[in-house]
């Protein structure tokens, strides 16, 4: 093991802190990304689990994968944490293939993992439990620093089975962060909390990620990638059908706003002067330009003496967006959004 | 600053002391479940008293190969000890918790495999041990002597015990479901122990010279040798062992499973 320290000193702890990482155990050659998958491909006998998956994440963000259940979101996960083969495709992780058991100790040294169940040994103590896996690090976290980070001071002298779902899912943080990863896998880190809970993960994942950890989360809660991640990649039958910051997500979609109103008495939809459609006693009309839309609107129902009774006008949350991109069947099916309403 | 660079720059521990953590966390564990623990020592401790009420007493017979009662199945459940603790509750406890996840956990951290398996292969033989001293304690007390090679014990103990472990692994490699485990387990056992004379002396020629074959015949010989009839190793037995060892772990190695889902 180099001892050297090369004299580059940053202003940024978290940039030195890689670097020293870096010289200090790296995988392979330094690494551009954190992680780099192209072309991935894993089937289940006849079920195409993940179909041609591609994306990179940088060093240092937090991306989510988000997608319903069965979107294909954990095997690709599991396949970048070494735990499943791939049917095809290249997959680099902190520079180095996750497939390959010859790479597989100095990896897991950089890299820490939240499986999505709770397994911990029954009969330890927290503290105990932490202090165990600690020891399979080179340099791992301060044991106490780390109870302290999810909260379980005050339980650790506990033994597992006799903590709450909550408190082991929080115990099982920790396990992940107590080598202290430069890359940090999260499989549905916050399904089952409480509010309160969720929010205070998701406090500790950013504090993660301020400190240098490049983080990769699944998710299926598009407000948790919303108000976690960096970059999102939707994933909906074994692929990605959108990808990009959390606020860009869902591109023109996004942008569509919703005219809805209730049909005077005496007209049909047909007799608008813009497409639209019923459901629920109301019509919506969706447009990209509501200024024109509805003085287009209103000064057909005054020249005709009529009003538009309840008239509202919204956008498109990112909960419908995320709905619309993950109902229907991938991203070379155009969406018409007369058809793609789900609601 | 500094620590973090301190930190990032400490070698590995190495592998003996890396081991001594596994070996000490795993033996914590275990004594953390008491229940667990007991019923571990008393199952064999219960046996030989049982056996000890019933045959106490007694000089020896050639239905015994002269020995007395007592003297024959001192060695016989010693050697049944073994195979509860390292075959029976290893393939059994392994089941378990690839089943609850707890082996994939342990594949998601550097520790290397062969420290783990070395670390569980440590607590059979501790638990082993304790088996077989109070075995041969309790056997005092019904008056049969100490054995007569202690070191020829102390290795038969450890060669069997990784042999058992090795095939209990094995087992657990080929169990799919947990809830299955303890059938399969005893279904192999309970067979195997009963043609290899743990519970009664067998006189047919043909069935022994099957259960030599087996891996529990040679190891009750080798033990009930080196217990009662001051001999030293039987050097035929052991290589049948040792045999039986190597199956046990080719198998593991090639098939065992830390992921509860399959691909």
New interface residues.
């Given amino acids: 093991m180099r001892t050297e320290v090369r004299n580059e000193v940053s202003p940024v702890p978290t940039q030195v802190r890689n670097e020293v990482r870096n010289q200090g155990r790296a995988v392979g050659p330094p690494a551009p990304s954190a992680v780099m998958v192209a072309g991935l491909r894993k089937s289940y006998g006849a079920v195409q689990a993940v179909r041609d998956v591609s994306f990179t994440v940088e060093d240092g963000e937090i991306f989510a994968l988000l997608g319903p259940n069965g979107a294909g979101k954990t095997t690709t996960l599991e396949i970048l944490e070494g735990f499943r083969t791939r049917d095809a495709g290249r997959v680099e992780v902190l520079g180095a293939d996750p497939g390959d058991r010859a790479a597989g100790r100095a990896l897991r040294e950089q890299i820490g993992l939240v499986l999505q169940d709770i397994a911990v040994e029954p009969y330890l103590t927290v503290r105990e439990t932490l202090a165990r896996n600690a020891g399979y690090y080179p340099a791992p976290r301060d044991v106490d620093e780390v109870i302290g980070l999810v909260g379980l001071t005050e339980h650790e002298r506990r033994k597992v089975r006799a903590l709450s779902g909550g408190q082991q899912r929080r115990l099982d943080l920790a396990l992940g962060l107590i080598g202290d990863p430069r890359l940090l896998f999260l499989d549905e880190p916050t399904t089952g909390f409480d509010p309160n809970a969720r929010r205070d993960a998701w406090q500790i994942v950013r504090n993660l990620r301020d400190a240098g950890t490049t983080i990769v989360l699944t998710t299926h809660y598009m407000d948790e990638a919303q108000a976690l991640a960096d970059r999102v990649a939707v994933m909906s039958g074994g692929r990605i059908v959108a990808e990009g910051p959390p606020s860009t997500i869902g591109g023109r979609d996004a942008a569509r706003a919703r005219i809805r109103f209730v049909l005077p008495d005496g007209y049909t939809a047909a007799d608008l002067p813009l497409p639209a459609q019923a459901g629920h006693g109301l019509v919506t009309v969706e447009t990209t330009e509501p200024t024109e839309a509805l003085h287009q609107l209103t000064g057909w129902a005054l020249r005709r003496g009529t009003v538009l009774d309840r008239l509202t006008v919204d956008r498109a949350t990112l909960e419908d967006v995320y709905l619309r991109l993950t109902s229907g069947s991938g991203p070379d099916v155009p969406e018409p959004l007369t058809k793609g309403s789900t609601r | 600053?500094s620590t973090?660079?301190y930190?990032?720059?400490?070698?590995?521990?190495n592998d003996l002391a890396?081991l001594w953590?596994?070996v000490r966390?795993e033996q914590?564990?275990f004594w953390?479940?008491p229940q667990n623990a007991i019923f571990t020592f008393a199952f064999p401790v219960v046996f030989i008293v049982i056996l000890g009420a019933l045959f106490h007493g007694g000089t020896g017979s050639s239905y015994f190969y002269g020995l007395s009662t007592m003297q024959y199945y001192v060695p016989t459940i010693a050697a049944l000890s073994v195979l509860g603790s390292c075959y029976g509750q290893l393939a059994v406890m392994l089941a378990a918790r690839r089943q609850?996840?707890?082996l994939?956990?342990v594949?998601?951290?550097?520790?290397?495999a062969w420290t783990y398996f070395l670390g569980l292969l440590a607590h059979c033989v501790m638990v082993s041990a304790v088996d077989v001293a109070l075995i041969v304690g309790i056997g005092r007390l019904y008056g049969v002597p100490l054995p007569a090679n202690w070191p020829a014990v102390a290795m038969a103990l450890v060669l069997g015990a990784a042999c058992f472990c090795a095939l209990g692994v094995a087992v657990a490699s080929l169990i799919r479901n947990s809830e299955a485990a303890p059938a399969v387990v005893q279904l192999i056992l309970f067979p195997l122990v009963f043609i290899s004379g743990t519970y009664l002396p067998i006189h047919s020629a043909t069935l022994n010279q099957i259960a030599g074959f087996l891996p529990v015949r040679p190891f009750n010989e080798v033990l009930i040798g080196s217990f009662a009839q001051h001999s030293g190793l039987a050097w035929r037995n052991l290589g049948v062992l040792l045999a039986w060892g190597a199956i046990g772990a080719f198998v593991a190695i090639r098939r065992f499973r830390w992921?509860p889902r399959p691909?």
């Avoid at chain 2, 930190?7 to 521990?13: K, Q």
């Avoid at chain 2, 594949?107 to 290397?112: F, K, S």
Wanted: glycine share 4%; proline share 6%.
């Fill in positions: 600053m973090a660079a930190r990032a720059h400490r070698a590995r521990r890396l953590h596994q966390y914590l564990s953390r479940n609850n996840g707890i994939k956990r594949r998601a951290t550097p520790l290397p992921d691909e």
